[in-house]
């Protein structure tokens, strides 16, 4: 069982333009929601995150738009640059008791073509 | 600022022989501090977490243990490795309470032959 899935499962933008990768989840409880960048060989690193209390989330380049209704949520990436080529895991958690665990989604990887 | 360290780098293994991975934290006291494991090219899946000192959870069986000697140390360990094992093995850490951030280590990259 999927809790938490992502769409496209690969993605071509070119430079400038604006990537937008999907996510959807089951499990209502969730109500934290970070997105992760990856580069081949290296950890994940945390790239923005949103609780299901908000609508959106903004930090420079990157958005989070979440819809609690339909459990749906999307990062933007606007001007994007050949840099952000890498992988992006969205993932979800809810009150764990402190452990805090993580359900990732099967990621998005990105291709920005100059 | 807070560092997280993973050792070794990478590893090969032959099927059957054991396995020691680890990780420090240096920065930051009690945090919990977690196990990922990562087929190449897929998802990261949760295998361990320890929210204190000699204290570990496990959410995957996956023929692997861990343990947490120190307040900043957590080790993944298994007496016979298999052909499944092989991947990438991160840890991770969070704030002990009121903060659900997790941060990752660089990794381990483990090949069984």
């Known amino acids: 069982q999927q809790q938490v899935r992502q769409s496209p499962q690969s993605l071509t933008v070119w430079e400038g333009e604006t990537a937008i990768l999907n996510c959807s989840y089951e499990n209502s409880a969730f109500d934290y929601f970070p997105w992760y960048q990856q580069f081949p060989g290296e950890g994940p690193a945390l790239l923005i995150a949103?609780?299901?209390?908000?609508d959106k989330k903004e930090d420079g380049r990157f958005t989070i738009f979440f819809n609690k209704r339909e459990k749906k949520l999307s990062l933007h990436i606007t001007d994007s640059q050949p840099g952000d080529s890498a992988t992006y895991f969205c993932a979800a958690s809810g009150d764990q008791g402190g452990s805090a665990k993580l359900i990732f989604g099967e990621g998005t990887k990105l291709t920005v073509s100059s | 600022a807070q560092t997280i360290h993973q050792w070794p780098v990478a590893e090969i293994k032959a099927v059957g022989s054991p396995l020691s991975l680890g990780c420090t934290i240096k920065?930051?006291?009690?945090?919990?501090l977690y196990w990922y494991w990562q087929a190449t090219g897929g998802t990261l899946q949760q295998l361990f977490y320890?929210?204190?000192?000699?204290?570990v959870e496990s959410v995957v069986q996956l023929n692997l243990s861990a343990s947490r000697p120190k307040d900043d140390q957590f080790i993944l360990s298994t007496e016979k490795l298999l052909l499944s094992h092989s991947g990438f093995y991160l840890c991770?850490?969070?704030?002990?309470?009121?903060?659900?951030?997790?941060?990752f280590g660089p990794g381990t990259r483990l090949t069984v032959l």
């Open positions: 920065g930051k006291s009690s945090p919990n």
């Open positions: 320890s929210i204190t000192v000699g204290q």
């Open positions: 991770a850490w969070s704030p002990q309470w009121g903060s659900y951030e997790q941060y």
């Open positions: 949103i609780r299901s209390v908000s």
